[in-house]
Nanobody, 115 residues
């Protein structure tokens, strides 16, 4: 079993920044890809960004240039730096990790962008 603990969400004004963190613990063997997804009210969950153990990243077009994903392999932690936030970025953000034959979701953290 793998536990994912997310932190860093909150309320921010448009143009502001937040940094999300997700730390994995438990029966971790090898985590390959770590990623962030989000789900806004009434919408499907979508990929925001992902990063492989080798550092290759995949970032959604809607956040490219504003969001950056990174990871600390020794700490099994993934980060999402979110800059120039817009109201349309409001959503619950979920961490997800992939290993050989498994994936786990975090519990989600709310990000709200409003003036």
């Amino acid at each position: 079993q793998v536990q994912l603990v997310e932190s860093g969400g909150g309320l921010v004004q448009p143009g502001g920044s937040l940094r999300l963190s997700c730390a994995a613990s438990g029966s971790i063997f090898t985590i390959n890809t770590m990623g962030w997804y989000r789900q806004a009210p009434g919408k499907e969950r979508e990929l925001v960004a992902s990063i492989t153990s080798g550092g290759n990243t995949n970032v959604a077009d809607s956040v490219k240039g504003r969001f950056a994903i990174s990871r600390h392999n020794d700490k099994n932690t993934v980060y999402l730096q979110m800059n120039s936030l817009k109201p349309e970025d409001t959503a619950v953000y979920y961490c997800r990790v992939f290993g050989t034959g498994y994936s786990y979701w975090g519990q989600g953290t709310q990000v709200s962008v409003s003036s």
